[in-house]
């Protein structure tokens, strides 16, 4: 382990009655390291994070954070990090300069450096023009960057981000995803989780895959996308009644296993397999088969967890 | 990295969660009309509408109404802080200030001085309101800020019990209607608005040991001759028992949560 691990997770361990949340997951983060936890919804995500944060005790293993023990050491290890949840936890009925007023002074800036650094993150943050309403106002891309700018308040060295972006249109998922990068840039070390693919693929310099507590892989994106495989093949065809037709052309020109749902064709593609797939279309044409929808697509998540699962049990 | 500009005590801590929690009465027009406009709707109705019938004339009656509205706006003001308390618990906030580094005991803190404020505002707006109808105490000053002071404890000492609810109820709307039923039982069943002479035997049993009734009784003779009679000891104990039990008690069940 080198000087620059910035935080430590060991064989944690969490239990709620009788079901196993979180079984024995270990991972290293390094300074300025962006990392993301991936996993599906209830894989154990947020319990791990919970842990990590103070805010739940882990029934086995350590967690330390800049050299601190979150669980001998919590108020230390509570000075180096920052969190942001996921529904934005900040009040209603104050005002966005208030709400970050308040986190600095509790931070343990004095008034005029928590009013100075409120003004610098408004800015930042684009909510200058919004900042002395109340947040009944806001848009949810408003709070969320709001929230963010809260848990910077204090400069941390460690940024918790739990689902930055769910429920994000596109275009604030992207400002997000900026804001996150500008603060790597500045020396920060963050850990995300998300249940998005694409969002760990962008941001994130490696991923650890969660699912029913477990750590089931570990790497960085083009890694882990080595092991799943590569793209899926998704084709709808117009009428139901040439489906099973369909299907059959695909599993003798593809040699792969085809995934059936309503009208939708799914293969998961192997490299080998990808030139294969104009031979499935002419295929289709000359049998007089129409189809609605052709795409070359990231296998959603629930799929790559299926592949990654399958066999381990 | 991290920026220390001031020692971050304790009592800075409560100060900030006091600020905060002030700011969210100020701007949430439910809660602040909690706290201001019902002691001055409650007054003006009952003033208007049942002086006559009661008491003659609305200036016979504003001396016997005003203990009653002072210690119902009092208690109303109290039963908040286990609603927001748990809209706290509830939106997610106080975890993050969990994960702060600040005195734990902050946020509670914070809740229940900023109770001491509502509560002053409150009773503070009830006299006024009266004053404005033409009451004018008989007690000077002095006397009638004690008789002020001593509603204050006792609204305060239960803001701790609403504070346990609060932290072991988890709707908060539940929290809220549950409080009001609960006060409004416990004032309209007490001396606030009538005099007791005039109910049935059993109720007027009820009545007579109701807390409520002996808490406005004990106000009452303060704001009417002037001076600390032996009921307002009694009253100013019981506050203090109150404290004693439910202060730890609540303390207890907000550290052990989570």
């Known amino acids: 382990m080198s000087d620059d691990t910035v935080i430590k997770v060991m064989n944690i361990k969490k239990q709620f009655r009788n079901k196993v949340a979180v079984n024995d997951v270990s991972f290293d983060i390094k300074k300025g390291e962006i990392f993301g936890l991936l996993g599906p919804n209830g894989a154990g995500k947020t319990t791990i994070l919970r842990m990590m944060t103070t805010l739940l005790r882990q029934d086995a293993g350590k967690v330390s954070l800049n050299g601190f023990d979150t669980l001998t050491q919590s108020r230390l290890a509570r000075q180096q990090f920052s969190i942001t949840g996921q529904t934005a936890a900040i009040d209603q009925d104050l005002t966005a300069r208030e709400n970050l007023m ?36 806001f848009s949810g891309g408003m709070r969320r960057r709001l929230d963010l700018a809260i848990s910077l308040i204090g400069k941390p060295t460690i940024l918790f981000l739990d689902e930055p972006t769910t429920g994000l249109d596109p275009r604030t998922r992207m400002q997000m995803w900026h804001a996150i990068q500008k603060l790597v840039a500045g020396g920060s070390t963050v850990l995300l989780t998300t249940q998005y693919l694409e969002e760990a693929d962008h941001l994130a310099d490696r991923i650890a895959l969660i699912d029913h507590g477990k750590m089931v892989a570990m790497g960085t994106p083009s890694e882990l996308k080595k092991q799943v495989g590569g793209m899926q093949l998704r084709i709808e065809v117009a009428d139901s009644q040439q489906f099973d037709q369909a299907q059959t052309i695909a599993q003798a020109t593809l040699r792969l296993p085809v995934n059936v749902n309503d009208r939708i064709l799914t293969v998961l593609l192997d490299p080998t397999s990808m030139s294969q797939v104009p031979h499935v279309l002419q295929q289709l044409q000359s049998s007089k088969i129409p189809i609605s929808n052709f795409a070359i697509e990231t296998p959603p998540l629930d799929d790559v967890f299926l592949k990654m699962t399958a066999g381990k049990n | ?17 006091t600020h905060r929690n002030l700011l969210k009465t100020m701007h949430n027009p439910d809660n602040l009309s909690d706290v201001v406009i019902e002691p001055v709707i409650f007054t003006l109705l009952f003033g208007y509408l049942f002086g006559g019938v009661i008491a003659g004339s609305v200036q016979a009656y504003l001396p016997m109404l005003v203990s009653g509205i002072l210690v119902q706006s009092i208690l109303n003001a109290a039963s908040g802080s286990g609603q927001q308390l748990r809209e706290d618990i509830n939106a997610g906030v106080f975890d993050r200030f969990k994960t702060l580094p600040i005195s734990p005991i902050a946020p509670l803190a914070g809740q229940l001085v900023g109770d001491i404020f509502r509560l002053l505002l409150s009773g503070v707006v009830a006299l006024i309101t009266a004053f404005l109808m033409g009451w004018r105490p008989s007690a000077d000053l002095p006397m009638l800020v004690v008789a002020l002071l001593l509603a204050i404890f006792i609204g305060w000492s239960t803001s701790w019990i609403f504070a346990l609810v609060g932290l072991m109820v988890k709707n908060a709307e539940l929290i809220g209607s549950l409080s009001m039923i609960i006060i409004l039982v416990m004032t309209f069943l007490s001396n606030a608005f009538i005099p007791v002479k005039t109910l049935p035997g059993v109720i007027q049993a009820i009545v007579k040991v109701n807390p409520v009734s002996l808490t406005i009784t004990a106000i009452r003779t303060i704001l009417r001759t002037g001076s600390w009679g032996s009921n307002a000891t009694m009253v100013f104990i019981s506050g203090l028992i109150i404290i004693l039990i439910f202060m730890p008690l609540t303390v207890l069940v907000y550290q052990r949560r989570g």
């Open chain 1, 102 to 137: 308040i986190f600095g002074k509790l931070n343990g800036l004095n008034r005029t450096a928590a009013l100075s650094r409120a003004t610098e993150l408004l800015t930042d943050f684009d909510l200058t023009n919004s900042a002395d309403q109340t947040l009944a106002t």
């Open chain 2, 1 to 17: 990295m991290k920026l220390t500009t001031t020692k971050n005590s304790t009592v800075s801590n409560v100060l900030t969660m």
